[in-house]
């Protein structure tokens, strides 16, 4: 995986696990190493020099939707905390989704940690620190692809950083390309995103609240040379902590649905754990 899941942010195991080839499957014995790296993305697309005027305003008109026209409030979103329930695809494909629980632990802007609890002692736990990603298939010992922070980094843009406002205020952000788009069911507004070192994101504004409904990518994942193209849904917005966040979130891999949440809880704590971000010892 290029980033968190292969990983996802979640669904930075979905990453691993959906988006390694065709009947890949989770390894029942994982190497134990220190490796640590990152490797440079292979963009779709480059990003131009400077912003698209009306394209920045979507995003700022976004930032203002999440924040309820308190900017400042983007200040607690920098320590992060989501749990969630639902169902999520594990290999082989062909299976009946399984339940499982979530949580998002992350420290803008390069720090994250993901969990997936299938009930039991079955855990897919996937972190990252600066340039050192890690991932643990519970009870089994951490592995750390060099390529995994990468890939978490990316996805932690998509799924948790761009829907609380984060990505969209980065100061290097380059915003182009609008479009609108209507459907019978609903009117959007599209731009692309293109972000220092990262992919260039395709995101999906509501026209009507101007929040985030939907985040397009296609990254190359860890051991690929085909992108997986990535879809990220989010919608039933509610208030928390003061910003106006989905509480139902989805994630499509090449068109397949690789999990589904509920939201228990968004929560914005004033410290958090430095060492959650660690692989075991």
Known sequence: MRHFIGYTIVALIAAIALGCGSGKELPDVVPHTKE???????????????????????????????????????????????????????????????????????????????????????????????????????????????????????????????????????????????????????????????????LVYRVAFDDQSGLPVRIEYAPLEIGQRVRVKKVISASDPMLASGLMLPTTISLTQNEQLAYRWTVDHWDFPEKMDDSVFDPPK
């Open 36 to 198: 640590a790296g990152v490797t440079s993305p292979d963009p779709v697309e480059k990003a131009p020099e400077a912003s698209d005027p009306a394209a920045k305003a979507i995003a700022d008109r976004a930032i203002k939707a999440i924040t309820q026209n308190q900017p400042d409030l983007l200040v607690k979103a920098r320590n992060c905390k989501l749990t969630a329930h639902g169902l999520f695809q594990l290999p082989p494909k062909n299976q009946t989704m399984t339940e499982a629980k979530c949580i998002i632990n992350s420290m803008w802007p390069d720090r994250g940690q993901i969990t997936y609890d299938f009930g039991g002692s079955h855990k897919l736990v996937f972190g990252k620190r600066g340039v050192f990603g890690w991932w643990v298939n519970s009870p089994l010992p951490y592995v750390a692809p060099s390529e995994l922070a990468q890939v978490i980094q990316t996805d932690l843009m998509a799924q948790q950083w761009f829907l609380v406002g984060l990505g969209l205020a980065e100061s290097g952000a380059v915003f182009f390309d609008p479009k609108n788009e209507k459907t019978a069911k609903s009117s959007t507004t599209t731009i692309k995103v293109g972000l220092k070192d990262l």
